[in-house]
């Protein structure tokens, strides 16, 4: 089996609008938090999400070609224009062949679709639309766009499995390559459902945090107070490759991917199992594909998204597998910070753990105000303030609706 590592990152989110803007952003615990100002939402429940602020797509596209992508789309070209870059890949030494995409949305394009339809329902009701809707709201479009910038003819496919949309793409990626189908992927995800349709879907399942008074608090993963997410928006992008295949064009290298683990709940459509049963079984898993023990972990990213029962069976779930190891792990969501991106949400948060890999330190979990009785807090969740640590294996866990669960291993090369 080829080994598969991280050789160019790329980052658009609403804490910082590249890499270096967002790692400073996590690690001093910035919240991306604040009134919305991409629709007019006073008349919703909710009236603040985590927008990503000050982008222009127009800075790496022409204007014409901005306006037959949707949002999210934007965000992934972004994502991917970085983390090619970064890499230092030329395209022109590739055999491009063997160069693919993969990438996750959990909805794509949700904001086409909502204008679509309202401007016919206000129209004279005959059946006049966008000849792009279609390509702007599908979800794949956005690997398609990404494999035709770069020119990669392999693999390129999305994964749409609700917010573990990115880390299935991560994980299909790496078991490509690892089977030596192919050199090169551009994996990771992009999301952008802060729209009226977006943020009115989820207040009617009462799944957002209402703290209308004080937005920058109001993800509170693991405490006591937690009523509901935070929408975020954005994307994320590694480049994956072959470690021959990087070693060979002397390739920075930021860590390895190890392994990952994707299971079901088989319980609800939105509620976790109570007891973490299928996290459980995906961070075994996770832990078996990557042939390392628990007590090598030493960091997890976890799914945290500041609701009632999602987070006490995630916590359940590490218990049960780490055992005693778990106390001597360190723990954040960084969800705290970004809020919940959804089909993003994997690919930004393998991001954090690649850069805790690769500077020693942990992002904070922010937001903590008073501990949750049903939690064990002599877990170390990272409260408010990162902290230095030597991280040499970091885990990141994702869940979806549908109770669709992935669990990723990284490790310090």
Same mark, same amino acid.
């Given at each position: 089996?080829?080994?598969?590592?991280?050789?160019?990152?790329?980052?658009?989110?609403?804490?910082?609008?590249?890499?270096?803007?967002?790692?400073?952003?996590?690690?001093?615990?910035?919240?991306?938090?604040?009134?919305?100002?991409?629709?007019?939402?006073?008349?919703?429940?909710?009236?603040?999400?985590?927008?990503?602020?000050?982008?222009?797509?127009?800075?790496?596209?022409?204007?014409?070609?901005?306006?037959?992508?949707?949002?999210?789309?934007?965000?992934?070209?972004?994502?991917?224009?970085?983390?090619?870059?970064?890499?230092?890949?030329?395209?022109?030494?590739?055999?491009?062949?063997?160069?693919?995409?993969?990438?996750?949305?959990?909805?794509?394009?949700? $904001?086409?679709?909502?204008?679509? /339809?309202? #401007?016919? %329902?206000? @129209?004279? *009701?005959?059946?006049?639309?966008?000849?792009?809707?279609?390509?702007?709201?599908?979800?794949?479009?956005?690997?398609?766009?990404?494999?035709?910038?770069?020119?990669?003819?392999?693999?390129?496919?999305?994964?749409?499995?609700?917010?573990?949309?990115?880390?299935?793409?991560?994980?299909?990626?790496?078991?490509?390559?690892?089977?030596?189908?192919?050199?090169?992927?551009?994996?990771?995800?992009?999301?952008?459902?802060?729209?009226?349709?977006?943020?009115?879907?989820?207040?009617?399942?009462?799944?957002?945090?209402?703290?209308?008074?004080?937005?920058?608090?109001?993800?509170?993963?693991?405490?006591?107070?937690?009523?509901?997410?935070?929408?975020?928006?954005?994307?994320?992008?590694?480049?994956?490759?072959?470690?021959?295949?990087? $070693?060979?064009?002397?390739?920075? /290298?930021? #860590?390895? %991917?190890? @392994?990952? *683990?994707?299971?079901?709940?088989?319980?609800?459509?939105?509620?976790?199992?109570?007891?973490?049963?299928?996290?459980?079984?995906?961070?075994?898993?996770?832990?078996?594909?990557?042939?390392?023990?628990?007590?090598?972990?030493?960091?997890?990213?976890?799914?945290?998204?500041?609701?009632?029962?999602?987070?006490?069976?995630?916590?359940?779930?590490?218990?049960?597998?780490?055992?005693?190891?778990?106390?001597?792990?360190?723990?954040?969501?960084?969800?705290?910070?970004?809020?919940?991106?959804?089909?993003?949400?994997?690919?930004?948060?393998?991001?954090?753990?690649?850069?805790?890999?690769?500077?020693?330190?942990?992002?904070?979990?922010?937001?903590?105000?008073?501990?949750?009785?049903?939690?064990?807090?002599?877990?170390?969740?990272?409260?408010?303030?990162?902290?230095?640590?030597?991280?040499?294996?970091?885990?990141?866990?994702?869940?979806?609706?549908?109770?669709?669960?992935?669990?990723?291993?990284?490790?310090?090369?």
């Amino acid at each position: 089996m080829k080994r598969v590592v991280v050789t160019g990152i790329g980052a658009i989110t609403p804490i910082g609008n590249d890499l270096a803007s967002y790692w400073e952003g996590l690690i001093t615990g910035k919240s991306g938090a604040a009134p919305i100002t991409l629709f007019d939402a006073s008349q919703f429940k909710t009236g603040f999400a985590c927008e990503v602020k000050d982008f222009d797509p127009t800075s790496i596209m022409h204007r014409r070609e901005a306006k037959r992508m949707d949002r999210f789309a934007h965000f992934g070209m972004a994502a991917a224009e970085e983390a090619y870059n970064d890499s230092g890949l030329d395209k022109d030494s590739l055999d491009l062949d063997r160069c693919g995409v993969i990438w996750g949305a959990g909805i794509g394009g949700l $904001k086409t679709l909502e204008s679509e /339809i309202e #401007a016919h %329902i206000t @129209g004279d *009701g005959k059946p006049r639309h966008n000849p792009f809707l279609i390509p702007k709201m599908i979800p794949d479009i956005a690997p398609g766009l990404i494999s035709i910038r770069f020119g990669f003819r392999g693999i390129n496919y999305c994964t749409v499995s609700a917010c573990a949309s990115a880390s299935h793409a991560l994980i299909n990626a790496a078991d490509y390559i690892k089977l030596g189908k192919a050199d090169v992927i551009i994996a990771g995800g992009s999301e952008a459902a802060i729209t009226k349709t977006g943020m009115g879907g989820f207040n009617s399942m009462k799944a957002l945090s209402e703290r209308n008074d004080s937005p920058e608090t109001a993800s509170r993963p693991f405490d006591a107070g937690r009523e509901g997410f935070v929408l975020g928006e954005g994307g994320a992008c590694l480049i994956l490759e072959d470690y021959e295949h990087a $070693k060979k064009r002397g390739a920075k /290298i930021y #860590a390895e %991917i190890l @392994g990952g *683990g994707m299971t079901a709940d088989a319980h609800h459509i939105t509620a976790p199992h109570p007891e973490g049963l299928g996290a459980s079984n995906v961070m075994k898993l996770a832990l078996a594909d990557a042939r390392i023990n628990k007590e090598d972990v030493d960091y997890i990213n976890v799914h945290g998204t500041s609701t009632p029962l999602g987070d006490i069976a995630e916590s359940k779930a590490i218990q049960q597998v780490f055992g005693d190891a778990a106390y001597d792990l360190n723990i954040s969501s960084t969800k705290s910070m970004t809020g919940h991106l959804l089909g993003a949400a994997g690919a930004i948060e393998a991001v954090a753990c690649v850069m805790a890999i690769r500077n020693g330190i942990v992002p904070p979990t922010i937001n903590h105000f008073e501990d949750d009785p049903e939690i064990d807090n002599k877990l170390n969740f990272t409260f408010n303030t990162a902290q230095e640590k030597d991280v040499k294996v970091a885990l990141s866990n994702t869940f979806g609706f549908g109770g669709h669960n992935t669990s990723v291993i990284f490790k310090k090369i």
